[in-house]
């Protein structure tokens, strides 16, 4: 069988799976030789910071990774999720967290791909993994030992329950839950804490103050259990970003961290730039909620918090992975293969060493610039009142709205070859024309799926190995 441009796409299923088994290996063989592989970094400072704390009497923010400077930077609440670790050995807390990367994955994609789940097949679900497993935050997000894919997935939750919410056919105790996830995530690490704005903006305000609740109570928990290290983090820890590493690194893709490579150190202008940024932010949150977008506020919202939080490094960007579901549910599919294949190259690394000049600024922050790009012009439903985000009946018999309509149409491939091609594979473009066949049987009618497509390679692949990983190099876990 031949697509309209004349390429042949595999007809039978023995094809399928020769194909889907030839991109597995290119895939496999590309991570596991090309990228600078993170040596899971930021897990053996959650493990050395747990058994020094249980087994040694030791400080929670006291520990230090052999041989560098930086230790735990998180929240208390976040180490005492943690403390199953101390009953664990390396081996078996890295498997541990590979298990839970694969769970949070998996919540992830079934969020938005929503009731066309099943679309895809088998074929196109292999694709999209095949994809996902070279998108570089989120390959940094494995190889660091990272928590950002469990928080995404316990924020989306949220987004999957504020529907259950609104449907009185299913669930209704299920919505009573809504802001859980985001509460937990937001004591866990701080930067979540931006989707309760989101809740207060879309007016839900049940769910808002179920997150809050949920938040100060794990907040609390923690300061029963670590007296101590609650004490130093919120009165001295918190506010000290040299913790983190260097403002200035290129993986910082923040608006602190382009400012930072400025050579700009004056707070008064970086606050600036954040109001900027939290006023686009409020300003079309606020229109995706009244338009009934639930999608897009959630998009917004991961937008938003990388651009604002002190320190946003690579592998916090997956974040931005609902913003492309956004862009292939609206139909731009294209733009969204470009911006996607930006995020696959690691080109900021090119000036991991030189950040000065007008190429520097442009390529070193080239990250951010997607990501304030789409903050500024992620496409938004147009309102429908029979399914507005915000409304609330005054109506207690009136019918439910229905938000199953506004959920993500699908899990689509991955974007087009050209996308995929930055990443130097030809196995991976193979991925582009396959999935493009996926994500056609997948949308149906509506012509633009959600895609997780995903390529990316990991973190300074166009670099050597370095003897110490980025975090250990320049920065903290964080």
Request: proline share 5%; hydrophobic share 50%; aromatic share 8%.
């Amino acid at each position: 069988m031949s697509t309209p441009t004349g390429r042949r796409t595999p007809t039978t299923d023995h094809d399928r799976l020769l194909l889907l088994l030839a991109l597995a290996t290119a895939v496999t063989v590309f991570t596991a030789t090309v990228p600078l592989l993170r040596d899971w970094f930021d897990l053996r400072v959650y493990y050395g910071t747990v058994h020094t704390w249980v087994h040694h009497g030791g400080h929670v923010y006291d520990y230090r990774v052999p041989g560098t400077a930086y230790g735990f930077t998180y929240p208390p609440f976040a180490a005492v999720t943690m403390l199953p670790m101390a009953l664990l050995s390396r081996p078996a807390a890295i498997a541990g967290a590979l298990l839970l990367d694969a769970v949070a994955l998996a919540v992830v994609l079934r969020v938005l791909a929503d009731r066309a789940w099943r679309r895809p097949g088998w074929f196109g679900w292999g694709l999209i993994l095949c994809a996902l497993t070279l998108f570089e935050p989120l390959r940094d997000t494995v190889s660091f030992g990272q928590v950002n894919l469990l928080l995404l997935a316990l924020v989306l939750a949220d987004a999957r329950l504020l529907t259950f919410g609104h449907n009185r056919d299913r669930g209704r105790g299920w919505g009573r839950a809504a802001g859980v996830g985001t509460g937990l995530a937001a004591a866990i690490k701080l930067t979540p804490a931006l989707f309760i704005g989101m809740l207060l903006l879309a007016r839900r305000w049940r769910a808002a103050a179920v997150a809050t609740a949920v938040a100060l109570a794990a907040t609390a928990l923690a300061a029963l259990v670590a007296p101590g290290p609650s004490r130093f983090y919120w009165t001295e820890a918190m506010w000290d970003t040299t913790r983190v590493g260097r403002l200035d690194y290129v993986s910082n893709q923040s608006l602190q961290g382009v400012l930072a490579r400025l050579g700009e150190p004056d707070r008064a202008l970086w606050a600036v730039t954040v109001l900027a940024a939290l006023g686009v932010w409020a300003w079309r949150t606020r229109r995706a909620a009244a338009a009934g977008d639930r999608q897009a506020a959630f998009a917004l919202t991961g937008l938003a918090a990388c651009l604002v939080s002190p320190v946003t490094w690579v592998h916090h960007l997956v974040w931005l992975l609902p913003s492309f579901a956004v862009l292939l549910r609206a139909g731009h599919a294209r733009v969204a293969g470009v911006l996607y294949a930006v995020l696959c190259t690691s080109v900021v690394w090119l000036w991991a060493h030189d950040a000065s000049g007008v190429a520097a600024f442009a390529g070193s922050n080239a990250y951010t610039w997607v990501t304030l790009g789409l903050l500024l012009w992620l496409p938004l439903r147009h309102p429908r009142s029979e399914e507005r985000f915000l409304s609330r009946s005054a109506n207690a018999t009136a019918a439910a709205p229905t938000v199953e309509a506004e959920a993500m149409t699908t899990v689509c491939a991955q974007p087009e070859p050209s996308s995929c091609a930055a990443t130097g594979t030809a196995g991976t473009a193979a991925t582009g024309e396959a999935a493009g066949e996926a994500t056609a049987e997948a949308c149906g009618p509506c012509g633009g799926g959600v895609s997780r497509s995903a390529s990316s390679e990991p973190t300074g692949s166009t670099r050597p190995a370095a003897a110490n990983p980025q975090s250990s190099s320049a920065r903290a876990s964080s």
